[in-house]
């Protein structure tokens, strides 16, 4: 065993210790003391980390919040061996016995207790990857929860871009048609207007030089005079049927024969 050096002060603190055991014959050997000391303060600690302040020591056996009862501090010791449990992925127990640490599977953060299936002994090192483990899930939760909210605000968004676009597009062909139908109107008016002058200037009235323009429509891109004589037809044809038709039934053959 290696040779401990000790300081004036420590060759004193032994000095009174074992005076203080002098009626014992064991005490006079400095072995013998650093046995019973070592033996000592392992109870010690052992009481420190498994024994609770007085005020815990009245609490209930399930632990509340993060304070772990001292009957489930004992279990887990007594279950883990007195050392870190943690197991890898390949099926290696750590088994540190120093810095040993009582761990939440489930953190008390997340809704874990205090109790023995959910606390466990773990080394400092072991105890820090699991946080970090936990948290890190965690963290991909929030992650990929966000990412979902993202594409959805994102699909809706274009879903309403489209919609817009769709009535942006309907807006523009109305008023496309619109304007067609506008243009189109100018034209037939301007088309129309020599024609329309005529017949007014011949006594026809606006209804009857619309109706006449209608019908000869088709001649329109032509000399003004053949339109006219054609216009001249439809009304008088029309204005005979009228006739006709106040007065007898025989005579609509006109037309008719005319036609043919
Ligand atoms: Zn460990």
């Not at 606390?119 to 965690?138: I, P, W």
Request: proline share 3%; aromatic share 4%; net charge positive.
């Amino acid at each position: 065993m290696k040779r401990l050096t000790l300081t004036q002060q420590e060759r004193d603190a032994l000095r009174r210790v074992q005076d203080l055991l002098s009626n014992t014959d064991w005490a006079q050997d400095p072995a013998a003391i650093y046995a019973k000391a070592i033996e000592l303060l392992e109870e010690r600690l052992l009481k420190d980390k498994l024994g609770a302040k007085k005020s815990e020591q009245t609490e209930e056996t399930v632990g509340n919040g993060r304070r772990i009862p001292k009957a489930v501090r004992h279990a887990v010791w007594q279950r883990d061996g007195g050392c870190c449990s943690f197991v890898s992925a390949d099926g290696h127990r750590c088994g540190e016995r120093r810095w040993l640490q009582f761990d939440h599977r489930t953190p008390v953060a997340l809704g874990g207790e205090s109790t023995l299936a959910n606390v466990r002994l773990l080394c400092r090192a072991h105890n820090l990857f699991e946080a970090e483990r936990v948290l890190g899930e965690d963290r991909v939760t929030r992650a990929r929860e966000r990412a979902e909210r993202e594409r959805a605000r994102h699909s809706e968004a274009k879903a309403r871009e489209a919609a817009r676009a769709a009535a942006r597009e309907a807006k523009a062909r109305a008023a496309e048609e619109k304007a067609r139908l506008a243009a189109e109107k100018a034209a037939i008016q301007e088309r129309d207007a020599d024609l329309l002058s005529a017949l007014k200037s011949l006594q026809f009235t606006p209804e009857q030089s619309a109706r006449a323009a209608e019908a000869t429509a088709d001649l329109a891109q032509g000399p003004l005079e053949p339109r006219v004589r054609a216009a001249l037809k439809v009304l008088t044809a029309r204005l005979a049927t009228k006739q006709d038709f106040s007065k007898t039934e025989t005579k609509p053959a006109a037309p008719k024969s005319e036609a043919a």
